[in-house]
């Protein structure tokens, strides 16, 4: 019964997502979805994604991080 109502969670923020994602107007909306959504997906407490930019790796949203 619990992983049937894991996956049905899982299953449900997938859904989210995609609906999020649609919805989103620029490449910081993009970021800022995916960050708030990968823990919830995955399981994990935080997130953060990176771009690749003139040559090096940036942060461009994160979540479950505090500001350091």
């Known amino acids: ?3 049937t ?3 049905s969670d899982r299953a449900s ?4 997502l995609a609906q999020d ?3 989103a107007e620029d ?7 995916l960050a708030a959504a990968i823990p919830v997906v ?3 407490r935080s997130s953060s994604v990176m771009l690749w930019h003139e040559g090096r790796l940036r942060v461009v949203a994160a ?3 505090s500001p350091e």
């Open 1 to 3: 019964l619990e992983t």
């Open 5 to 7: 109502r894991t996956e």
């Open 13 to 16: 923020a997938l859904l989210r």
């Open 21 to 23: 994602l649609a919805a």
């Open 27 to 33: 490449e910081q909306a993009v970021a800022d979805v």
């Open 42 to 44: 995955m399981g994990c």
């Open 63 to 65: 979540s479950g991080q």
